[in-house]
């Protein structure tokens, strides 16, 4: 029995603590909304008119702060401030007791697109009311909308707000498509996190043109750009090339291999690639582009500085995708990769060798001979001509290292039956006096005849 006493005890004293607890909760309640009260009632004590107003740039604007009586102070002791600066007093006028206004001429687009802030203060600095200011200009008719594909699977588009570009005050911008001869208007909702860009990633259609737009509006009217056409195909990109790799070519010092991939994303896609190639040195921001390396994966740079580390990069255009008739759209550059060329040997020279600035304008201006010769007798033969003229660089090289005292580059050094051909004949390293004897070892050379240049030399025709 007393057990049960003593639990009856205690639920009787719990049920007390609990209304208690109620009775404490009501009471911060009452407490909390009594505090709030003279703040609810502040607020209404002071309004100004017109509340957030939209204008256009250059309009004017006179706005009236009315106080009530209850707070006991007259309008001439009211002053205004435009974002925190305060306004001059001729710009004022005491309207009533309770009424002081203040004129703005000329207005200028808003410092932010939240609007500019218009309040009225008491004398002590206290804000009374505020306005929200919002002076802009309506949308202009949204420009230079273009739109690619990755690799047909998706859709960006970017476009230009227009001629006069800042509003000054909130633009909504919205892109919509839709098929062109049916299908239902769409808008596009990703925008990407960045300015006048929207990205559509799916449900796209191929070999079906669509017409895109965009819609421009703020509170100040509206505009819509021009309508383009265009079927995903002729406006496909695609991935920088993969597995871009640069090397030396043997001991060549002015030249270097690249070679990468073609697009994996469109390995099943008919079309024809196109690549760029830029090189830049190590040293310097200033990019040189090959603009046009064909629709091979390999490419050789020449002309190149010896014992330098170069960056090159990749693009790739895939053009005629599906039979396309549009030129397609380059893709990103690849990331950097990076080589370097042999450098110059240098044990074996001495105080009598050319400086390497001269070094490397004689190596051009050999380079532009052969080559010249080559175009003209290899019958745009590529391939032969790159094998002949790596043969004839390592040796003339590897020559030039042991210090040959003379040696000669006859150019075409094999000769086609009745065929008259121009022989060009260049002695290296000869000093002065050397004898040079050419021989004629073939009844088809029978009547050859030669032009002698140089002073140093003394050549004999037999």
């Known amino acids: 029995m007393d057990y049960e006493c003593a639990r009856s005890h205690q639920h009787d004293k719990k049920r007390v603590e609990s209304a208690r607890d109620r009775q404490m909760t009501i009471l911060v309640i009452m407490l909390f909304f009594v505090a709030l009260l003279p703040y609810a009632l502040t607020a209404h004590l002071a309004v100004i008119s017109p509340q957030d107003p939209v204008l256009h740039i250059g309009s004017s604007l006179t706005a009236v702060c009315t106080i009530s009586a209850e707070l006991e102070i007259t309008a001439r002791s009211l002053y205004w401030t435009l974002n925190g600066r305060r306004l001059a007093r001729n710009t004022y006028r005491v309207l009533s007791p309770t009424e002081s206004s203040v004129t703005l001429h000329q207005l200028n687009g808003s410092l932010q697109q939240s609007g500019d802030n218009l309040v009225c203060h008491r004398s002590n600095g206290e804000v009374l009311a505020g306005s929200c200011l919002y002076v802009g200009s309506p949308p202009e008719k949204p420009v230079n ?5 990755r690799n047909t699977k998706d859709l960006s588009c970017r476009w230009s707000p227009g001629s006069q570009g800042e509003t000054f005050i909130n633009t909504k911008y919205i892109l919509k498509y839709k098929l062109k001869w049916y299908g239902k208007e769409k808008d596009c909702e990703d925008y990407m996190g960045q300015p006048y860009t929207c990205y559509v990633p799916r449900d796209l259609a191929i070999f079906t043109p669509y017409e895109i737009w965009v819609e421009a509006s703020n509170q100040l009217g509206s505009s819509t750009s021009d309508v383009i056409t265009l079927d995903i195909l002729d406006v496909v990109t695609t991935d920088p090339p993969p597995d871009v790799l640069v090397s030396r070519v043997g001991d060549l010092e002015d030249q270097l291999s690249v070679r990468w991939g073609s697009p994996p994303a469109l390995k099943d896609y008919l079309f024809q ?32 500085r010896a014992g330098t580390v170069y960056f090159v990069q990749v693009r790739c255009n895939p053009i005629g995708v599906y039979g396309s008739k549009k030129a397609g759209i380059w893709s990103d550059w690849s990331h950097s990769t990076a080589a370097s060329t042999p450098g110059i040997d240098r044990s074996h020279i001495g105080s009598c060798d050319l400086k390497p600035s001269e070094h490397n304008s004689t190596l051009r201006k050999e380079l532009k001979q052969f080559f010249g010769w080559m ?3 290899s019958y745009g033969c590529t391939d032969v001509s790159i094998k002949l003229y790596d043969q004839w660089r390592v040796w003339l090289q590897k020559a030039q290292k042991t210090h040959d005292q003379g040696y000669l580059i006859a150019t075409p050094s094999v000769f086609r039956a009745g065929v ?26 029978a009547h050859s005849h030669g032009i002698v240049r140089g002073k140093k030399l003394f050549w004999v025709f037999t």
């Not at 909308?145 to 594909?149: G, K, M, N, Y």
């Not at 390999?298 to 190149?304: D, E, F």
């Not at 008259?420 to 050379?445: H, P, Y």
Request: proline share 0%; charged share 30%.
């Open 145 to 149: 909308l273009t739109c690619w594909s």
């Open 273 to 304: 690639a196109k690549y760029q190639i830029r090189y830049r040195v190590e040293d310097s921001d200033e990019w040189k582009v090959i603009d046009d390396a064909g629709n091979q994966t390999s490419c050789r740079l020449a002309g190149l």
């Open 375 to 377: 175009r003209k007798h």
């Open 420 to 445: 008259e051909e121009a022989v060009s004949v260049t002695i290296f390293n000869a000093v002065e006096g050397t004898r040079v004897q050419l021989s004629v070892k073939s009844e088809f050379l």
